[in-house]
T-cell receptor, first 118, second 112 residues
Framework: NAGVMQNPRHLVRRRGQEARLRCSPMKGHSHVYWYRQLPEEGLKFMVYLQKENIIDESGMPKERFSAEFPKEGPSILRIQQVVRGDSAAYFC?????FGTGGLNTEAFFGQGTRLTVV | DAKTTQPNSMESNEEEPVHLPCNHSTISGTDYIHWYRQLPSQGPEYVIHGLTSNVNNRMASLAIAEDRKSSTLILHRATLRDAAVYYCILRDGNFGNEKLTFGTGTRLTIIP
């Protein structure tokens, strides 16, 4: 069972371009989380998605950022018109679904996409 | 989100046990205690989690206080590869609230 796969591992974009980051969750996982880590800082939650649904986007910047997790295919984090401040490592995590009652599981993280805006 | 408090940094000698403390005095009944670690230039890695009882796995042990207001991650025999930032996180077990909220963690240095 392959782990969480993120691609590309490194992405360089010029200011004003679009960045598309992909995350393939572990097989059988239906929950995906995106995090951002600025250089020398901690991990900040961005968005939590289930298949075709956004569950929690409280950490997403209001403009230029969007995320989706379609029925088929990977989850995509899209950053439009990138600026230098978007340079960071973006991590994706996945976990399996669990029923009501709070059955809790761990989350598995990918190796991240390191975005550099020049 | 419920908060945790950890020391900023700790040091330990190689091949000795390490006890990483975490305080979570505002923990609620549906919060699970999770520990993750992040090695340099890598994504976070799950270590262990528990609810009320102490837990053991191949990586570590988790000791949870009886009142659940604190916990301790125990690495039984530290190696150089255990040098990382360790995060203690409370994860709500209710659907929709399960995101992991990372604090600043404890940076563990292993001395050869």
């Amino acid at each position: 069972n392959a782990g969480v796969m993120q691609n590309p591992r490194h992405l360089v974009r010029r200011r004003g371009q679009e960045a598309r980051l992909r995350c393939s969750p572990m097989k059988g996982h239906s929950h995906v989380y995106w995090y951002r880590q600025l250089p020398e800082e901690g991990l900040k939650f961005m968005v939590y998605l289930q298949k075709e649904n956004i569950i929690d986007e409280s950490g997403m910047p209001k403009e230029r950022f969007s995320a989706e997790f379609p029925k088929e295919g990977p989850s995509i984090l899209r950053i439009q018109q990138v600026v230098r401040g978007d340079s960071a490592a973006y991590f994706c995590a996945s976990s399996p679904s669990f029923g009501t009652g709070g059955l809790n599981t761990e989350a598995f993280f990918g190796q991240g996409t390191r975005l550099t805006v020049v | 989100d419920a908060k945790t408090t950890q020391p900023n940094s700790m040091e330990s000698n190689e091949e000795e046990p390490v006890h990483l403390p975490c305080n979570h005095s505002t923990i609620s009944g549906t919060d699970y205690i999770h520990w993750y670690r992040q090695l340099p230039s890598q994504g976070p890695e799950y270590v262990i989690h528990g609810l009320t009882s102490n837990v053991n796995n191949r990586m570590a042990s988790l000791a949870i206080a009886e009142d659940r207001k604190s916990s301790t991650l125990i690495l039984h025999r530290a190696t150089l590869r255990d040098a990382a930032v360790y995060y203690c996180i409370l994860r709500d077990g209710n659907f929709g609230n399960e995101k992991l909220t990372f604090g600043t963690g404890t940076r563990l240095t292993i001395i050869p």
